[in-house]
């Protein structure tokens, strides 16, 4: 807390110079954190405050001024704001604050597995709308009969991302079928797939020293004005070895510029590359869609789901699959979660 105090201080003297707003993207990230750190210090100071009333009742009851019942409720009270705290004390990476990519894929099972990957569909879309947060569907794939084979899911939101990365997996199900005319139990498997979604905080900075700049006449049509003058540019980024050129404007200037522009993009589709790479490398790691291998069971007859990892279950299945996920996301984020 101390850290933190300094830290808004600090920030807060930052922003009061009259200069503070010349660099605008310094000055979004210093108040970005500056409200980080706020955030941090009220929740702090509000368990502080629980306890301390908690102490005051817990008096009050010793001089039998107040029952025990109340001493109980406000105990409780603390434990749940004490609790919510250490929760939220385990998003402390930095990718935990941004919003994530989410997609299912259905597993083995045919339209058993596609209706379960529906399912899974409407209870993240309830979930993330009980949050506040945004939802934008990037694409889906319909199964061949019903429910879905495929969908990506962007979610938008403060935390996004730490709170559902832990649905990474493969998660079963077990129930009566609606599409087995002899109602036999049928298991199918749909896998779930979580990544950060980074934002527009992403800049692609280039050294000017990495880059080294040719101009060259332009070939092609465009009369004798193209073949006289040295308008056409070339840049190559040294430490990738990335070139791009133009030649498509008059002016060696406009060319120069767009010559970058084309860079950063390369550079930026090598980096997404570069993620995409570590993506596969988890996805790789995530066993098949069938036995042994599932993170969560939600088993509909036997009015039970449960999380593998964590031993965290309920016999409250209507109200998960209405998206009412918090309590295993916690148990999951409590339990050491994926670093």
């Known amino acids: 807390m101390d850290e933190r105090l300094a830290q808004i201080e600090e920030k807060e003297q930052l922003?009061?110079?009259?200069?503070?707003?010349?660099?605008?993207?310094?000055?979004?990230?210093?108040?970005?954190?500056?409200?980080?750190?706020?955030?941090?210090?009220?929740?702090?100071?509000?368990?502080?405050?629980?306890?301390?009333?908690?102490?005051?009742l817990y008096e009050f009851y010793k001089e039998e001024e107040a029952s025990e019942e109340e001493v109980e409720a406000k105990y409780k009270e603390s434990i749940d704001a004490i609790e919510d705290l250490e929760f939220r004390s385990t998003l402390n990476q930095t990718e935990d604050e941004l919003g994530c990519l989410l997609e299912i894929n259905a597993g083995a099972g045919g339209t058993e597995s596609c209706d379960w990957s529906q399912m899974l569909h409407r209870m993240y879309l309830m979930w993330a709308e009980k949050k506040g947060f945004k939802v934008s569907e990037l694409n889906l794939q319909e199964g061949d009969v019903a429910g879905i084979k495929s969908v990506s899911l962007e979610i938008n939101g403060d935390f996004a991302y730490g709170l559902l990365k832990g649905e990474n997996g493969v998660h079963r199900l077990v129930r009566v079928s609606p599409f087995n005319a002899q109602g036999k139990r049928m298991t199918s498997f749909a896998s779930v797939f979580v990544h950060p979604l980074v934002d527009e905080r992403i800049e692609v900075e280039i050294n000017p020293?990495?880059?080294?700049?040719d101009t060259f006449r332009a070939s092609g049509a465009g009369g004798q004005h193209v073949n006289k003058t040295e308008s056409a540019v070339r840049v190559r980024h040294l430490p990738s070895g990335i070139v791009a050129e133009c030649q498509q404007e008059r002016s060696q200037h406009m060319n120069r510029d767009k010559a970058l522009q084309m860079l950063k993009?390369?550079?930026?589709?090598?980096?997404?590359?570069?993620?995409?790479?570590?993506?596969?490398?988890?996805?790789?790691?995530?066993?098949?869609?069938?036995?042994?291998?599932?993170?969560?069971?939600?088993?509909?007859?036997?009015?039970?789901?449960?999380?593998?990892?964590?031993?965290?279950?309920?016999?409250?299945?209507d109200n998960v699959l209405d998206g009412d996920l918090d309590d295993f996301l916690k148990a999951f984020l409590m339990h050491g979660g994926v670093h």
Do not use: C
């Not at 707003?21 to 409200?35: D, G, H, I, Q, R």
């Not at 020293?209 to 700049?213: G, N, Q, R, T, Y």
């Open 15 to 56: 922003s009061l110079n009259p200069n503070f707003w010349n660099k605008p993207t310094e000055a979004e990230s210093v108040l970005k954190s500056l409200k980080s750190h706020k955030n941090w210090v009220e929740q702090y100071t509000s368990v502080q405050q629980h306890v301390e009333d908690t102490e005051v």
């Open 209 to 213: 020293a990495d880059l080294e700049w």
């Open 265 to 317: 993009s390369r550079l930026y589709e090598r980096e997404l590359e570069k993620q995409k790479a570590a993506k596969s490398e988890i996805e790789s790691g995530k066993m098949k869609n069938e036995w042994g291998s599932q993170i969560r069971s939600y088993v509909l007859d036997d009015r039970r789901v449960k999380d593998h990892r964590t031993s965290y279950q309920t016999s409250q299945v």
